[in-house]
């Protein structure tokens, strides 16, 4: 990938809208400008002026077509998204008028079609942000919450990388002592003490794992749970669904075998966001029918992989054989048992449940009339954030990247730590710091390896 190329792309998405917005960027993007646009007052003119947004029409200068009537924007760079030149057309959203103009600007000399996120990967390749703010902007296009949105933010401000940058300058500032010992032993240089050392390391190391402690948290408010809602044929999953939604999004038959296929849909509460399936009811003996075979297989492999279970008794009929199978193959997952249809008359009295599932919480409900969904919903919550420390801290880690990059940070303050107290060379100890360095920058994008950019752009659509 060429630096210098000049980048073109859709930046909003495509399809009928309000408007619709074209992105250039590079050191050709006003000539590009200047060539396809004329401005309405003073059609002699481009008329483009630094940060104006100017009202114009884009024309093909070799049919001289008109495409569309547009405003457009000159961004000269460093004050700019990406740090370049960049221009930005503001047309009217449709199919057609984005193509076309999209196609027009591509035709011209020196310019191409952006990769995904290149955008945004220029604008981290010419150090306007660094890593975690990249990753900031993809957590803050797809934040489904509030709380993800808030943390998006946060961190795009630069909570994270600032936190990161004073561990650094700390280690550094240590590091200085050290080597300058090393380097000039018989100077008369105000040296750290062997005690001044082992307290900053370890203060150091008390640091790093707090930010580090964060992860659960942090990772629970971006991602959210996986939650499985299961139970017998007909015990009414995906009228459960249907409740926690709000909305009539599955069928709902009296037939039993209705739901055949997984259905997956969110829903946000208290700011987590809940990932819910709906899966075929488990019959007691397998089924023969191939699709149904297919749809019990299908749930079986996604319940497995949930953080949560929702296993869903009807209250309106005696507990069964098959009820008791589905709960031993799940019974070690995180369970919520939900006794279904209250509006119906009792078959089943919880308190003569088998005692393995009077361990676990039952929360009755009638799906049907919309009855206990609130107290369902309250159950998750607290099942969800249980074990789960909320420390409300204002600075977090979200991604399994930077937790990996913390242990292995700690990892060599603790080395340093030991060699201290073995009495081992000063070399030693000033080699395990300058290990924790690179590990640290590897979070901000100073260290990080080309593949694990790259994988970090692969998450972003092209445009942006
Ligand atoms: N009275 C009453 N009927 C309910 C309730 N919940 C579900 N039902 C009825 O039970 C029947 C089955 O409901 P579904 O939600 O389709 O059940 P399911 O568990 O998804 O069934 P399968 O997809 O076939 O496994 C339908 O006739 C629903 O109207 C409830 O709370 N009260
Ligand atoms: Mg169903």
């Given at each position: 990938m060429e630096i210098q190329d000049t980048i073109a792309a859709i930046a909003t998405p495509v399809g009928i809208g309000g408007i619709g917005i074209i992105k250039i960027s590079g050191s050709r993007a006003r000539k590009i400008a200047e060539k396809i646009f004329l401005r309405?007052?003073?059609?002699?003119?481009?008329g483009l002026k630094p940060y104006r947004l100017i009202l114009g029409e884009i024309i093909?200068?070799?049919?001289?077509?008109?495409?569309d009537e547009v405003l457009i924007t000159y961004m000269p760079g460093p004050e700019s998204y990406t740090r370049e030149d960049v221009v930005e057309i503001q047309c009217h959203s449709g199919y057609l008028v984005l193509e076309k103009i999209l196609k027009l600007v591509l035709s011209q000399e020196g310019v191409r079609m952006a990769e995904p996120g290149e955008f945004t990967r220029r604008a981290y390749l010419n150090g306007r942000i660094d890593l975690t703010q990249v990753e900031a902007i993809s957590d803050l296009i797809h934040a489904r919450t509030n709380s993800a949105l808030n943390q998006a933010t946060s961190q795009l401000k630069g909570t994270l990388s600032e936190k990161i940058f004073e561990i650094k300058r700390k280690i550094i500032n240590l590091l200085t002592h050290i080597e300058s010992a090393i380097d000039f032993?018989?100077?008369?240089i105000e040296f750290f003490s062997f005690e001044e050392i082992r307290w900053r390391l370890s203060e150091l190391k008390d640091e790093l794992k707090t930010l580090l402690s964060t992860y659960e948290e942090g990772k629970l408010f971006r991602e959210g749970i996986k939650m499985a809602i299961i139970g017998?044929?007909?015990?009414g999953k995906s009228s459960l669904l249907n409740a926690l939604l709000g909305e009539e999004r599955a069928i709902v038959s009296?037939?039993?075998?209705?739901?055949?296929d997984i259905i997956a849909e969110s829903v946000n509460i208290n700011g987590i966001p809940l990932n819910i399936i709906d899966t075929a009811g488990i019959p007691l003996y397998p089924p023969t029918n191939p699709i149904e075979k297919k749809g019990t297989n299908l749930t079986r492999a996604k319940a497995s992989q949930a953080n949560l279970v929702l296993f869903v008794l009807d209250r309106s009929s005696p507990f069964t054989q098959n009820d008791m199978a589905i709960f031993s193959e799940f019974q070690e997952k995180r369970i919520i048992i939900v006794l279904n249809k209250t509006d119906l008359p009792a078959e089943l009295d919880p308190s003569s449940l088998p005692s393995s599932l009077q361990k676990k919480q039952i929360v009755s409900v009638s799906a049907k009339y919309n009855q206990g969904i609130e107290e369902l919903k309250k159950v998750i919550y607290d099942s969800i954030i249980r074990?789960?420390?909320?420390?409300?801290?204002?600075v977090f880690i979200n991604r399994l990247r930077h937790k990996v990059s913390l242990e292995k940070t700690i990892d060599g303050i603790e080395k340093a730590i030991k060699s201290l107290d073995e009495g081992m060379s000063i070399e030693f100890i000033a080699l395990d710091l300058r290990r924790s360095l690179d590990y640290l920058g590897e979070i901000v994008g100073e260290t990080t390896t080309e593949e694990i950019i790259d994988q970090i752009f692969s998450e972003f659509c092209i445009g942006k």
């Open positions: 309405k007052k003073n059609s002699k003119s481009h093909d200068p070799a049919s001289h077509e008109v495409i032993p018989e100077e008369d017998r044929p007909n015990v009296h037939l039993p075998g209705t739901t055949r074990g789960e420390k909320i420390t409300s801290s204002p």
